[in-house]
């Protein structure tokens, strides 16, 4: 079944603003997660990883915290623009292959 | 200088008939997978490839036939369409396969559309 999956389907956030984009996860054996954008009509586009052995890591922009106690996932979006609007899955691998396990997905939306 | 390309970008085709998508990766990876989005955008695995032999098959109906000539290519051919085979199908690409972890590399999808 599902490993992941989301806290809300949907994000709307005011153009600047911080956004933060929950996911938990179910299996503890879970070693390395992703944080993808789906934009409209194209494929998902990786963000950024965190590995097991890692509590947070920070891109341009973004951030990505894990907390395995409670096995959640959140993506944080400093300054929201209006490009950063898609859908954000977090994956995991459960079973040691690279066969990334998907969540359901959130859809931001950013408002001007 | 797509790294993963697939071709159709649309297929619209009636229920029965057998069609083929086809995806092309210029990044060197040795890993190939397709997913299937459903209209909730749920992104499932359906296969892998690893340089040509197949690594995962998930609970797909056997009209499904995933197809690769070297590890450049994996096709996805269908046969005998059903309505409930309408949805995205995405080509992926990672540069490993077991113990080293690295984000896949998507096609822009393929939205099959079974009337």
């Known amino acids: 079944g599902e490993s992941v999956g989301l806290h809300l389907p949907t994000l709307s956030v005011q153009e600047g603003d911080n956004s933060i984009i929950n996911c938990a996860y179910s299996?503890?054996?879970?070693?390395?997660f992703i944080w993808y954008k789906q934009e409209s009509g194209k494929g998902p586009q990786f963000i950024i990883d965190?590995?097991?052995?890692?509590d947070k890591r920070q891109g341009q922009r973004v951030t990505v915290l894990l907390n395995k106690t409670v096995k959640h996932l959140s993506l944080q979006i400093a300054a929201t623009q209006p490009g950063d609007s898609a859908v954000y899955f977090c994956?995991?691998?459960?079973?040691?292959?690279?066969?990334?396990?998907f969540g359901a997905g959130t859809r931001l939306t950013v408002k001007p | 200088d797509t790294a993963v390309s697939q071709t159709p970008k649309y297929l619209v085709t009636q229920m029965g008939n057998d069609k083929s998508i086809k995806c092309e990766q210029n990044?060197?990876?040795?890993?190939m997978y397709w997913y299937k989005q459903d209209s909730k955008k749920f992104l499932k695995i359906m296969f892998s490839?690893?340089?040509?032999?197949?690594?995962i098959n998930e609970t797909v109906p056997n009209r499904f036939s995933p197809k690769s000539p070297d590890k450049a290519h994996l096709n996805l051919h269908i046969n005998s369409l059903e309505l409930g085979d309408s949805a995205v199908y995405f080509c992926?690409?990672?540069?490993?396969?077991?113990?080293?972890?690295?984000?896949?590399?998507f096609g822009n999808g393929t939205r099959l559309t079974v009337t």
């Open positions: 992926a690409s990672s540069p490993w396969q077991t113990t080293h972890n690295s984000p896949l590399h």
């Open positions: 299996n503890s054996a879970s070693d390395y």
């Open positions: 965190i590995r097991s052995n890692m």
């Open positions: 994956a995991d691998n459960p079973d040691y292959n690279n066969d990334m396990r």
């Open positions: 990044l060197g990876h040795d890993t």
């Open positions: 490839y690893n340089n040509k032999e197949l690594i």
